[in-house]
């Protein structure tokens, strides 16, 4: 174990704190984003390092390629009806659970349920965003973890073709089925909505700020803007769906290969 105070010093604020595996080394990493002021006249500087907790090393990556991490603090009884809604989602849709075997389940009344939420419906909506907020973060710590591996575009090319095998693999489908259906109910549900733009919006721009970081060093073309390349990324991801709910599907190798050439169109020098 490596205790905190080990990777940081009295000096650093700490903003942010992210964990990811680096597939290409098999290496487990801890994001460090922090502030650091020489006096206190200086204005803090923000610095990201990753820590590789295999072989405790440091690595500063560049502010543009940074991972945001976003943490807020729940009471603890309303932490726990989340996590009882959580863990029934992997099981049950939405609609099928009620608030009797919510409470049940976690042993709380159903007073202190309506302190901490509008209703019902607002612990559910709540439990979507947090599982839908899992998934925004394990992408977002994908794509930092690709960060560390460019170097040039042959390297952003080979990482993108890893990262391209794990997101489109089949055994993923349930994940993005899920996406779908949180989706669906937010699309009617404009308290929802607004709470999934956030987490969408953060990853949106995450992955569209480590692609201009790309793009600057020359590694992607600046005919099309980086948020753009960041949403059709997500878009094509998502949208094998429509080929994984029919019976008859088309064959995965061609599929990656599709993948790849549209991957390619973006590096740059190719």
């Not at 970081?213 to 020359?218: L, P, T, Y």
């Not at 008859?248 to 740059?268: G, L, P, R």
Request: charged share 20%; hydrophobic share 45%.
């Amino acid at each position: 174990p490596v205790r905190l105070e080990e990777l940081t010093n009295s000096t650093q604020k700490i903003l942010n704190l992210g964990c990811f595996i680096d597939a290409s080394t098999h290496g487990v990493w801890v994001l460090i984003e922090s502030t650091h002021a020489a006096s206190a006249a200086t204005k803090p500087a923000v610095h990201s390092h990753c820590f590789n907790l295999t072989r405790h090393s440091f690595r500063l990556i560049p502010q543009a390629v940074r991972l945001t991490v976003s943490v807020k603090i729940l009471h603890p009884t309303a932490q726990l009806l989340i996590e009882t809604v959580t863990n029934l989602l992997d099981a049950k849709a939405a609609d099928q659970i009620t608030s009797e075997e919510v409470l049940h389940l976690s042993g709380i009344s159903r007073g202190s349920l309506y302190h901490h939420f509008e209703d019902f419906d607002d612990l559910v909506d709540s439990a979507l965003v947090k599982r839908f907020g899992k998934y925004i973060a394990e992408s977002n710590a994908g794509f930092a973890a690709l960060s560390l591996t460019v170097n040039n575009a042959t390297d952003l090319k080979a990482a993108l073709r890893r990262m391209t095998r794990w997101a489109h693999d089949p055994a993923r489908a349930i994940y993005r089925f899920e996406r779908i259906r949180i989706f669906a109910r937010a699309s009617e549900k404009p308290s929802l909505r607004a709470k999934l733009a956030i987490e969408q919006d953060n990853l949106t721009s995450n992955m569209a700020d480590m692609i201009a970081n790309w793009q600057d060093r020359g590694f992607i073309t600046k005919s099309v803007q980086a948020r753009t390349i960041a949403v059709i990324i997500q878009a094509i991801v998502i949208g094998r769906v429509v080929d994984e709910i029919a019976d008859t599907h088309v064959d995965q190798d061609e599929w990656i290969q599709m993948m790849d050439a549209m991957m390619d169109m973006f590096v740059a020098g190719d």
